[in-house]
């Protein structure tokens, strides 16, 4: 009798070490679910990639001299506003960047910018040949960035 009951205590010993150990493993478990969990969730909310922010310094020049005044928070050109705004490109929706950067290429290439008009009137913002290959290259470049990162 007595080694039965010994033998039951010993049994009831082991159960609640082999319930502890469920347990913690349990909790590791769930420990390595949360972490895995978030680890999704955490690469499902990748921030939308901005655009460089900081537009490298001889795009910034090209685009002060021939393009910026016109297309500006500040502008007073309504329509060039509308149309396309440095200062606000970044702030756009994905593929607003995107159709932004390939119009600008575009644009370029197709010697449409800066207007006829304006450069009859200011001679020295018409951008030479290397200039437009900045910018297209550039405007290229940033659009292939956002595509990717989509
Ligand atoms: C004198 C003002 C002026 C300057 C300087 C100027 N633009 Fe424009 N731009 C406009 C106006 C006005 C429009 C809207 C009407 C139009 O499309 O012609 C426009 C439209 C655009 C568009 C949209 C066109 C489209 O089809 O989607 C792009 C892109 C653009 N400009 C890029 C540039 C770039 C790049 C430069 C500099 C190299 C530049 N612009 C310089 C006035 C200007």
Known sequence: MLYILNYYKLDKIQTTKILIMKRKSLISTLVVLFLFASTIVFALEKPTVKSNPEMPENVTAIIKKSCFGCHNTESKNEDAKEELDFKKLN???????????????????????????????????????EEKQVLIAWAKKEA????KSK
Not at 96 to 123: C, R, W
Not at 144 to 147: A, F, R
Request: without cysteine; glycine residues 2%.
């Open 144 to 147: 292939e960035v956002l595509v």
């Open 91 to 129: 702030t756009l929706s994905l593929m607003k960047q995107i159709s932004a950067y390939k119009h600008i290429g575009e644009t370029v290439e197709d010697n449409d910018m800066p207007p006829k008009k304006f450069l009859e009137k200011y001679p020295e913002k018409k951008l030479t040949s």
